[in-house]
Nanobody, 124 residues
Framework: QVQLVESGGGLVQAGGSLRLSCAASGRTFSRYAMGWFRQAPGKEREFVAAISWTGVSTYYADSVKGRFTISRDNAKNTVYLQMNGLKPEDTAVYYC?????????????????WGQGTQVTVSS
């Protein structure tokens, strides 16, 4: 069982930066692949980024590649999403998710545990 709590969301102007954090409970955090997803009003939840157990492997949606960076600190049971060059279309509730195992899933159906979400709003 893993519990996830996101933080770091807020209001930022276009071009600005935010760093989201996701703190996880549980002793086996290092055995979970982690992902970030987002959901904008009236839209389906979409994949943003994923990272492997060790942090060596990462994968990004095309829409955020080159602007966002996912990382993790297994000693702190925390995964991060550094977001630079934010655009109004990045406005959404951002969720972190955990999946036990090696696979870097891009579908929300591949993740077993979810946080409550944190709001990111980018003004133009």
């Amino acid at each position: 069982q893993v519990q996830l709590v996101e933080s770091g969301g807020g209001l930022v102007q276009a071009g600005g930066s935010l760093r989201l954090s996701c703190a996880a409970s549980g002793r086996t955090f290092s055995r979970y692949a982690m992902g970030w997803f987002r959901q904008a009003p009236g839209k389906e939840r979409e994949f943003v980024a994923a990272i492997s157990w060790t942090g060596v492997s990462t994968y990004y949606a095309d829409s955020v590649k080159g602007r966002f960076t996912i990382s993790r600190d297994n000693a702190k049971n925390t995964v991060y999403l550094q977001m630079n060059g934010l655009k109004p279309e990045d406005t959404a509730v951002y969720y972190c998710a955990a999946n036990y195992g090696l696979r870097l899933g891009v579908s929300d159906t591949e993740y077993s545990y979810w946080g409550q979400g944190t709001q990111v709003t980018v003004s133009s």
